[in-house]
């Protein structure tokens, strides 16, 4: 479920969601004090002034936004996904803090103990700025999933030919590369036996040069690695 569109809005004086003030709205995503993207509680844009306070000194700032959850979604498991932010923010359900995302860098967070199929949840971040950071805001899309019982997540090939070489050339060949594969597993079904298959095909299409994989593994219940 994508979440971009209208979100609650307000600076905040402290460190918690208790110390947001009047709240208007901003769109997510967006750079929260770019023209357009914020609206006052009086629902006038932003024009460098929120209720006379100067924007470029407000370095905390609320967002929240309420849905409904699918009612089809129970038994899956279920993350909070957001592609990026401008700033640090700490992310919450329902109230109860799930982590944090820092600068320009894409995360999730696993949400399924906290959220019921057909009832309403809130989704709401603190953001504060960082250094002299000007992007200031949620710029990436914001969106809840939900993935089978057992899910593999944050998949990364991180192929290895070459390795630093103190000498002229700064690097050399390995005598053997090698290709590292890394992904953490979900489960939130009966315990099971599970295999993780990998395929690589070689870019020019050569079939007699194909490099497959294959991990099997006990997955119990509730597993997550």
């Known amino acids: 479920i994508s979440l971009a ?39 006038k844009s932003v024009r460098r002034e929120w209720l006379g306070r100067k924007t470029a ?8 936004r309420q849905i409904i959850v699918p009612t089809d979604w129970g038994g899956r498991t279920v993350l909070l996904e957001c592609d990026g932010v401008g700033g640090l923010a700490e992310w919450f359900v329902n109230g109860q803090s799930v982590g944090e995302l820092p600068h320009w860098e ?50 990364l090939v991180d192929p290895r030919v070459t390795v630093d070489n103190p000498g002229a ?7 053997e590369p090698c290709v590292e594969f890394t992904c953490k597993v979900l489960n939130r079904g009966p315990s099971t036996r599970a295999t993780l298959a990998f395929t690589i095909d070689p870019a020019d299409g050569s079939a007699g040069k194909r490099m497959q994989f294959r991990h099997s593994f006990a997955l119990q219940r509730a597993d997550s690695g």
């Open 106 to 155: 894409p995360g999730s967070f696993e949400i399924t103990d906290l959220l019921q199929p057909g009832e309403s949840v809130r989704v709401s971040a603190l953001l504060q700025k960082t250094g002299r950071l000007r992007q200031f805001g949620i710029y990436g899309d914001v969106r809840l999933a939900a993935l089978p019982c057992a899910s593999v997540q944050g998949f």
């Open 57 to 64: 000194i407000l370095d905390t700032v609320a967002y929240s």
């Open 5 to 43: 569109g209208s979100w609650h809005f307000c600076p905040a004086t402290g460190e918690t969601l208790r110390d947001a003030g009047r709240w208007g709205r901003s769109n997510v995503p967006g750079i929260c004090w770019d023209s357009g993207v914020s609206q006052m509680p009086d629902g």
């Open 169 to 175: 050339a700064g690097v050399a060949l390995l005598p």
